[in-house]
């Protein structure tokens, strides 16, 4: 009883806000006269003047009465709208970095102009974000109008545009695009080679509508970007001949002597390490057999630039030949190589060895080479959208959400008062024992409506729900039609005339989203058609539209006096804020509506959460056949069922979260270490650390730190050094040259012989022309290892919640690996990118050209790449149906979903074969 006293006495928190935004109303208002007096060109002045004056450090915040008002003041002019105040008050919020929960059809779009103009005045650009490539366009195309008017661009940002195109998009003003469209924008923005095919620009502010849809309903799963790596397998397979022919070197070297050889051989194997090196005599009969299998051209070397893989791939097959064995290593099953779990002995069922050892194993074994799909990159909603420095919501249903904004985004949510009070009329659910009983009464009710002239939506959860009732429908000879959420564009326009007398739409819940339902149908595109048509003098223009309004004027009074737009649901939403948005639809700005919802024991969330309390509620009334029972306590109990699957939905997301932020905060290091080798002038100095610290690493394996000279093995390391790095280090010499050495001026030593091997090559080559070569050794192999690392990350995921079971937290140990796989990554990075660069013979410029452009070709060798937004379910979100392209979507099981989500099984929707 407290809070509720102290909310009357103090106000609530909403209430406290709005009441600071209402005087900030008034300053605008007050405003009002004195940009009614400018001129149209003194109006857009304002535009440069605000500009100047951001410039000069003036803040927003003081700017804003000034810049709403201007921004008023040319929507009158352009789109013939004046801002309603309530308007202005939600533009306040959406410029203060919250959550406006605005109900549906009291106009969010142009709301958004107003923060949107005042922002963009900096020049870092706003991003609106839509649901769809339809609402984009759309809202784009309609607030342009008052934009340019005031001198600012707008760009539209859709899925498929050239470089150029998108490039434009982003460097306007403002920006219209969807949500998977501007994730998909930046995952590829970190995937290029050079800083000029970038699109973006640094994420200011977004202001995303559907705030709800989009960072709660849609953020239960990743964008994904995934690919085939090139098909190698003919090189896999000519290689596994040759590595069977080169022989293993047999006995130790003495460290002391390094003498001890049996029987010398072709390489080394290191067990510790699984790693195999190439003696002097080995590096030639590779290069001799190589050549012999067409694998090398005539006289080149395995240490041009231009054999780089092949050596990669000649390593991974002499390591499959001699370190992996079958049955203890791994398995092979059903024609595949499965790998052994070292410690368990566990079968790791779909995972594979990285760096092409799987498919050297896969060809070692005469099983087929596989050239796996790859996540090339990935991001969720939640980790895309908080790079903004500032981002805002509108919705029409924020509030059952508003502790997960909070929580997640750290986004409050204001309700903003409709312009008008509501006078729609909730009724309470009607509950039928059975579904037939239930939609029977749906169907009366339809009935009544339709034929009393009142429009009429019936809402569905799934599209197999509007198919059925549509089949009742048809059966009682009721037109009607069906919206499934396929084509946006077509269902807008259908959606916006489903407020005429009488008529019939049934709608799922994501169909003709966005598009508002005028009483008495839309005529606004009509009155355009006689606008734009130059055949006809104005008088006959005017003459028509007057016509036509005054009969849209009769039809509005009729519908109006059928009580407005009848909303019917036949089920309860998991969520509340569905059936929310549902109900929403009507009783827009001050008009009539009424809404019902009608449910049986046999729906899902019946059955899982109420049934039984209901139905003991029922029995008790003895209540006969066909009757429903209608009761506000039946419809709270279904309403706190509902809010325990959201609590639980809650839940799932958050732990998505949880796991997604350790590969973001690991991402974020993988981004910028790629943006500053995309942006560095001069790469040396990260090279030459990375070579010191890769050196340092190698000489310590061999001569540990603080350790007494009778420890070294300085003939291994030689001996290493000679064979891995091309370094030739006379470290014994230099011991016995001196009395006193210490393990650091070792260190110091290799280090010093590294920086001379490489800068005699920047000095045969020039700085300038090996730098491109540098930066993609570099991005190449963070990228390879960055998509292993994602597939580990994967893996590791799975099969976590194994660990529950030991007495672990899944969630910490989760994290402690994932961070040992990342430190993993980073070292395996800087050793193979030193390895590169010291092996590789480069002797003039143009090999230095032909080995960069060599290294990007084969870095853009990915094929079948494709981008998805996966449901929960694993099948994949709409696109714009309209020419529906379903390749984009990879392999679809005939048995799954259709991906253009239809709902049907894909064999019998886009898979049907022609
Ligand atoms: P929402 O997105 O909030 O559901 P819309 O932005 O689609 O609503 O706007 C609903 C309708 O209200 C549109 O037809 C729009 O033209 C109209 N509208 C919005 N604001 C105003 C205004 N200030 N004056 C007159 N009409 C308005």
């Known amino acids: 009883m407290l809070p509720k006293l102290l909310t009357q006495i103090f106000g609530s928190r909403n209430e406290r806000l709005l009441k600071g935004y209402r005087r900030v109303v008034q300053q605008i208002n007050a405003l009002e006269p004195k940009f009614e007096a400018l001129d149209d060109e003194a109006l857009r002045a304002k535009t440069a003047e605000f500009k100047a004056r951001v410039a000069q450090g003036e803040s927003l915040d003081a700017l804003l009465p000034e810049a709403f008002a201007v921004v008023r003041e040319g929507s009158k002019r352009a789109l013939k709208m004046r801002h309603f105040d309530v308007q202005l008050i939600g533009g306040m919020v959406l410029h203060a970095g919250k959550v406006a929960e605005m109900r549906t059809g009291e106009g969010k779009t142009l709301m958004g102009t107003l923060p949107v103009y005042l922002n963009a005045l900096t020049g870092k650009g706003v991003h609106l974000v839509t649901v769809n490539d339809y609402l984009a366009k759309r809202d784009a195309e309609w607030m342009a109008q008052l934009y340019n008017f005031l001198g600012l661009s707008v760009g539209i940002n859709l899925p498929n545009m050239p470089r150029e195109q998108k490039q434009a998009a982003y460097a306007a003003d403002v920006t219209y695009g969807t949500n998977n469209e501007y994730g998909f924008d930046y995952l590829r923005d970190n995937m290029v080679h050079d800083v000029a095919d970038r699109v973006q620009r ?134 595949e190589v499965t790998i052994v779990d070292e410690f368990t002995g566990r079968l790791m069922t779909g995972r594979r060895w990285s760096d092409g050892l799987h498919q050297a194993v896969e060809a070692k ?9 790859q996540t090339l990159a990935s991001i969720t909603f939640q980790n895309y959208f908080r790079m903004y420095g500032k981002l805002g919501g509108m919705t029409g249903t924020a509030d059952t959400e508003a502790y997960e904004f909070q929580e997640i985004y750290g986004l409050e949510t204001v309700v903003i008062p409709p312009n008008r009070p509501t006078q729609r009329r909730d009724e309470l659910d009607l509950v039928y024992k059975t579904n037939k009983e239930k939609f029977e009464a749906v169907v009366r009710d339809i009935r009544d409506c339709h034929e009393r002239g009142q429009p009429v939506l019936v809402g569905t959860t799934s599209i197999e729900n509007s198919e059925l009732i549509s089949a009742l429908l048809n059966k009682e000879k009721l037109p009607h039609q069906v919206l499934n959420a396929k084509q946006h564009a077509k269902e807008a326009e259908i959606v916006a005339q489903a407020g005429r007398p009488g008529v019939i739409t049934i709608a799922t819940n994501m169909a003709g989203r966005g598009t508002d339902i005028v009483l008495g149908g839309n005529v606004e595109n009509q009155v355009k058609v006689i606008e734009a048509d130059a055949s006809l003098p104005d008088s006959v223009k005017a003459e028509r539209i007057a016509k036509l309004k005054s009969e849209w004027a009769g039809l509005h009074e009729a519908v109006k006096a059928q009580g407005g737009l009848r909303i019917i649901a036949t089920e309860r939403h998991e969520s509340r804020r569905i059936d929310n948005q549902l109900r929403g639809r009507s009783g827009r700005q001050g008009d009539p509506g009424s809404s019902r919802f009608y449910l049986s024991l046999d729906d899902q969330l019946m059955r899982i959460f109420a049934g039984d309390r209901v139905r003991a509620i ?52 993988i981004y910028q270490q790629r943006n500053d080798i995309l942006e560095a002038d001069s790469l040396v100095e990260q090279i030459t650390n990375l070579r010191a610290s890769s050196l340092t690493d190698v000489v310590r394996t061999f001569v540990p730190a603080e350790s007494l000279e009778e420890q070294w093995d300085l003939a291994s390391l030689e001996r290493v050094l000679r064979d ?13 040259k001196s009395d006193a050495i210490t393990d650091e001026e070792i260190v110091e030593a290799v280090v010093k012989a590294g920086d001379a091997s490489f800068n005699d090559k920047i000095a045969r080559v020039g700085i300038e022309q090996l730098t491109p070569f540098m930066r ?101 979100s709409q696109d714009p149906a309209d020419g529906f392209d379903v390749s984009k979507y990879g392999h679809v099981g005939r048995n799954d979903p259709c991906p253009c989500g239809s709902g049907k099984k894909f064999k019998a929707c886009h898979g049907k074969l022609s």
Not at 228 to 250: G, H, M, S
Not at 724 to 736: D, H, T
Not at 824 to 839: A, F, G, P, S
Request: charged letters at 30%; proline letters at 3%; hydrophobic letters at 35%.
């Open 202 to 335: 640094p994420l200011a502010y977004a202001i995303v509508d559907e705030v709800d849809s989009i960072l709660i309903d849609e953020a239960r799963t990743p964008l994904i970007i995934s690919g085939q790596a090139d098909d190698q397998t003919d090189v896999y397979l000519a290689i596994n001949q040759v590595a069977p022919r080169l022989k293993k070197q047999i006995g130790e070297l003495d460290p002391r002597t390094g003498e001890g050889v049996i029987e010398p051989g072709d390489f080394t194997v290191d067990e510790k390490s699984h790693q195999i090196y190439l003696t002097e005599d080995g590096h030639d009969n590779a290069e001799r057999l190589l050549a012999e299998a067409g694998l090398l051209p005539e006289g080149a070397s395995l240490y041009d630039a231009a054999n780089i893989s092949l050596m990669h791939h000649l390593y991974a097959a002499l390591r499959a030949h001699h370190i992996y064995h079958r049955d203890q290593h791994y398995v092979v099953q059903n024609g």
């Open 365 to 373: 074994e005469g099983v087929a080479v596989q050239s796996e799909n």
């Open 618 to 669: 029922m029995d008790r009334l003895k209540m006969p056949e066909g009757e429903a029972i209608e009761a506000g306590i039946v419809t709270r109990s279904i309403e706190s069922a509902q809010r325990k699957v959201e609590g639980r939905n809650f839940d799932i997301r958050k732990q998505l979260l949880e796991y997604d932020d350790v590969s973001n905060d690991q991402r974020k290091v």
């Open 724 to 736: 891995e790095w091309q370094l030739e280090v006379p470290l014994k010499a230099l011991v016995e």
């Open 776 to 876: 993609m050794v570099l991005l190449q192999s963070i990228d390879q290892h960055w998509r292993e690392h994602l597939a580990s990350l994967d893996y590791l995921r799975q099969g976590i919640h194994l660990r529950g079971y030991a007495q672990k937290n899944p969630k910490q140990e989760y994290k402690r690996e994932a961070f040992e796989l990342f430190s993993q990554l980073l070292d395996v990075v800087k050793m193979e990118v030193t390895r590169t660069l010291l092996n590789v013979r480069i002797q003039s410029q143009e090999e230095a050209d032909r080995a960069a452009q060599a290294m990007e070709a084969r870095a853009d060798q990915v094929s079948n790449v494709t981008y998805t937004h996966p449901n929960e379910d694993g099948s994949v």
